[in-house]
């Protein structure tokens, strides 16, 4: 069996970040709490949703009660910033080395499957990937273990062995779901945590640029 290459999209692949802070900053201003800067969300931002917008002041009912509307407001607000986005430095470079080494790559993420459908194809992401996974409703956002769940279906189904995969992504997801599946973890700095933040989740490798990320996977896959 080949390796997998796990890959999170938003903040990984999409240098997106700027988009993020802009949407989250519409939800806050529609709960009524005061805009964030980068800074502040890097230091605050977790997953499930709801326990990042009670930081931010939000009572837990409150939120559950308008997640629907809040994540429509979010993705308004999110594609039209996305507009001025890009693919990250050295992410297609990356991605051509691991195709010719017959590397299986996908896309994990958060981000609701049919927009993450249209940016990887626009992006022109679409060639390298064996397949892309997001979530298939805005509710399911807000819950936990959802990356986790697919990826060990996932696993399960293709044949991959745990010492034959890694993640990599920019939150506190990867680093505790390759702990929880026993695969490598890597995180990139940059996008929703800081990098001082990462280094309390210990993944195997924190990187800043994903020019890093080849050196690695030569010491630990032996590619060429």
């Known amino acids: ?5 796990v890959f999170d999209w938003n903040g990984t692949l999409f240098d997106d970040t700027a988009a993020t802070l802009k949407a989250t ?9 005061p805009e964030i800067d980068l800074h502040t969300m890097q230091e605050t931002f977790s997953f499930p949703l709801i326990h990042f ?19 429509s407001v979010f993705l308004k607000t999110y594609e039209e910033a996305a507009t001025e986005c890009a693919v990250m430095d050295g992410a297609f470079e990356l991605l051509e ?3 010719a080494n017959n590397v299986h790559c996908m ?5 609701l499957q049919h927009c993450l459908d249209l940016d990887v194809v626009n992006l022109g ?49 990867e680093p505790e779901l390759a702990k929880r599946l026993g695969i ?9 945590l800081s990098a001082a933040r990462l280094e309390k989740y210990k993944a195997d490798y924190i990187i800043r640029k994903l020019h890093e990320l080849r050196p690695i996977l030569q010491k630990h896959w032996n590619l060429a």
């Open 107 to 111: 896309v994990l993420s958060n981000h």
């Open 1 to 5: 069996m080949t390796h997998l290459a």
């Open 125 to 173: 992401i679409a060639p390298y990937m064996k397949d892309i996974s997001g979530n298939e409703t805005k509710a399911t956002i807000t819950q936990g273990l959802s990356k986790q769940i697919r990826l060990e279906a996932y696993m399960k189904e293709k044949g991959f062995k745990a010492e034959k995969t890694f993640i990599i992504g920019d939150s506190h997801e």
């Open 25 to 33: 900053n519409s939800c806050l201003r529609s709960f009524g709490r």
């Open 97 to 99: 080395w691991l195709n």
């Open 53 to 71: 917008y009670e930081k931010m002041g939000v009572p837990v009912d409150e939120y559950l009660a308008r997640a629907d509307e809040e994540g």
């Open 184 to 192: 490598l973890g890597i995180s990139i700095a940059g996008g929703l």
